[in-house]
């Protein structure tokens, strides 16, 4: 098995902090070398200052499975590289200032693995929280208003939406969020600030 550093763009970073993914999906990495299933990964993510933001393992992608059915493999290169993630870090990112990455897949050796991979914390224990996002919607029926709902969701998202969320019990300690981090929305408070 081998170790490999894989660098995700900022605004793929940004998806992944802003979303729930179980495997990170990869494409465009026709390189010479290439992690195969089983080789360990870490994330790299930032351009001036890098940092790792997760770690993980190759998995096998479908392209890669045998379709009986499907013999003839799809497309001229390889498929998807598909990391299942172990440890997730998008929060606060490892620091990995002197790791030299050469290109957007590098090899690793396995001291400056261990090293980095080290300093990604475990999961920490978890906790229910309540997470809600209240809109005001003007519609002719209950239905009608979900549907506008979902609608607004889907269209403004995380980027534009503040979702709030608070210890499942202690709702007074409720926080808004907006792109994944902390947001002031209360504009007395911005008032007081000028």
């Known amino acids: 098995m081998a170790q490999w550093a894989v660098v ?9 902090r802003l979303f729930h993914h179980d ?3 990869l494409t465009g990495l026709e390189g010479p070398e290439r992690p195969a299933t089983g080789d360990d990964v870490l994330v790299v993510a930032g351009r001036e200052h890098p940092g790792v933001v997760a770690m993980g393992r190759v998995v096998p ?6 379709d009986p059915d499907d013999p003839e493999p799809a497309g001229d290169g390889p498929g998807p590289l598909v990391v299942r993630y172990l440890r997730r870090s998008f ?8 790791l030299a990455i050469t290109g957007p897949v590098t090899r690793l050796d ?9 300093q990604v914390p475990p999961p920490a224990d978890r906790h229910t929280w309540m997470v809600s996002l209240d809109l005001p919607i003007e519609a002719s029926t209950p239905a009608e208003a979900v549907r506008l709902f979902w609608s607004y969701v889907m269209e403004l998202g995380p980027r534009e939406l503040p979702t709030f969320v608070s210890p499942s019990g202690d709702e007074l300690a409720m ?18 600030d000028e």
Request: net charge negative.
């Open 8 to 16: 995700i763009s900022d605004e793929r970073h940004q998806a992944e």
């Open 23 to 25: 495997t990170l999906e």
């Open 61 to 66: 992608s479908a392209a890669d499975e045998y």
């Open 91 to 98: 929060d606060e990112p490892v620091p990995a200032g002197r």
């Open 110 to 118: 396995d001291e400056t693995y261990r090293e980095l991979a080290g």
């Open 175 to 192: 926080q808004a969020f907006v792109l994944g981090e902390e947001a002031n929305l209360d504009p007395e408070e911005d008032d007081e």
